[in-house]
T-cell receptor, first 116, second 111 residues
Framework: DAGVIQSPRHEVTEMGQEVTLRCKPISGHNSLFWYRQTMMRGLELLIYFNNNVPIDDSGMPEDRFSAKMPNASFSTLKIQPSEPRDSAVYFC??????????????FGPGTRLTVT | AQSVTQPDIHITVSEGASLELRCNYSYGATPYLFWYVQSPGQGLQLLLKYFSGDTLVQGIKGFEAEFKRSQSSFNLRKPSVHWSDAAEYFCANTGGFKTIFGAGTRLFVKA
């Protein structure tokens, strides 16, 4: 398996522009997570899906952020409008959730977002 | 509330020396514990995990960790560190859907 695939790997955009990050989870996995990593705040969980349904989006910073999972093989994280403080590395991870906490997550390589 | 504490922000060890990274967790139910490693510019990779059974678990790259319920700890160890082990290490605890990650410990390896 190719692992979790994220695109783009790097994104540089100007403040106010819309940014869309993409993720393809590992085939057969039923859960997907979006994280943001910064030096100041570390690794933050933004949202997670189970069977394509958003379970908890309490980590989404504000209404400018939205995430979708239209099918089991694709998810997007959108920021509109983007701001400089959104600059971070965004990770997608997937897992096979069996009903307990006994599952590991597989992380993608991340998208480094820079908003100028 | 569920929490994971990694008391050391960074650690420096000499190549060939032994390593221990500390992790303390807090969660009322059965803990599901993990160690992940993140090399520069990459995502997190699973090193090892503990769900139940033998409290000493072996992982990849020669790492091991010991679960101690009495101390609420899950420390990561390696008997002889290699320069390629320089990275950031995250301890994590999963309850239900949610995984709580520690703040990470950055490992520096000196020649």
């Amino acid at each position: 398996d190719a692992g979790v695939i994220q695109s783009p790997r790097h994104e540089v955009t100007e403040m106010g522009q819309e940014v869309t990050l993409r993720c393809k989870p590992i085939s057969g996995h039923n859960s997907l997570f979006w994280y943001r990593q910064t030096m100041m705040r570390g690794l933050e969980l933004l949202i997670y899906f189970n069977n394509n349904v958003p379970i908890d989006d309490s980590g989404m910073p504000e209404d400018r952020f939205s995430a979708k999972m239209p099918n089991a093989s694709f998810s997007t994280l959108k920021i509109q409008p983007s701001e400089p403080r959104d600059s971070a590395v965004y990770f997608c991870a997937s897992s096979l959730f069996s009903g307990t906490g006994a599952y590991e997550q597989y992380f993608g390589p991340g998208t480094r977002l820079t908003v100028t | 509330a569920q929490s994971v504490t990694q008391p050391d922000i960074h650690i420096t060890v000499s190549e060939g020396a032994s390593l221990e990274l500390r992790c303390n967790y807090s969660y009322g139910a059965t803990p599901y514990l993990f160690w992940y490693v993140q090399s520069p510019g990459q995502g997190l990779q699973l090193l090892l995990k503990y769900f139940s059974g033998d409290t000493l678990v072996q992982g990849i790259k020669g790492f091991e960790a010991e679960f101690k319920r009495s101390q609420s700890s899950f420390n990561l160890r390696k008997p002889s560190v290699h320069w390629s082990d320089a990275a950031e290490y995250f301890c994590a605890n999963t309850g239900g859907f949610k995984t709580i990650f520690g703040a990470g410990t950055r490992l520096f390896v000196k020649a």
